[in-house]
């Protein structure tokens, strides 16, 4: 079975790097005004994607396939960009639930990378960021085993 356009424009776009699209054209010996059009269009889903940027007018560079990011690393970029926050907030910037939020809040305090500050409740616990600038860009994991994936695995 024969690749779609749009793969082989993934393929093409990977080799060349960065590109215009007459150099997109050749490297798919594209020749008619249709073929052109419809190559057009793939590439613009692929920028609406993500898949490829603009660095300039009519001129791309190919970033491949973006893995969406997962509720703790939401999480965790929330928490590194606002340094104070409550529960609440990082609710509401990540998407995740509240018994989510609550047990990683709970992880990283005890792991030492943030502190309660003052408040009461979920609204209004606020919490700060310890050492902003040296907190990792990955969110921290933790490592023990829940009750649950202990019964799992035995």
């Not at 490829?52 to 190919?62: P, Q």
């Not at 965790?76 to 995740?96: H, M, N, P, V, Y």
């Not at 939020?101 to 990283?108: G, M, Q, R, S």
Request: charged residues 30%; proline residues 3%; aromatic residues 10%.
């Amino acid at each position: 079975m024969g690749k779609t356009l749009t793969q082989k424009i993934r393929q093409a776009a990977f080799d060349l790097g960065d590109f215009n699209s007459l150099d997109l054209a050749k490297a798919l010996n594209i020749n008619t005004e249709k073929e052109l059009r419809k190559m057009r269009v793939a590439v613009r889903e692929l920028k609406y994607r993500k898949e490829i940027i603009s660095l300039r007018r009519g001129f791309y560079r190919y970033q491949g396939k973006q893995k969406p990011l997962n509720k703790t690393a939401k999480m965790w970029r929330a928490i590194r960009i606002k340094e104070r926050f409550t529960r609440q907030d990082i609710k509401k910037l990540s998407g995740a639930s509240k018994n989510y939020v609550v047990a990683y809040l709970n992880f990283l305090v005890k792991a030492g990378f943030i502190c309660h500050i003052s408040g009461r409740g979920f609204k209004g616990k606020l919490y700060c960021l310890i050492e902003p600038e040296s907190a990792p860009l990955n969110h921290p994991v933790n490592r023990t085993k829940t009750k649950k994936e202990e019964n799992v695995k035995s």
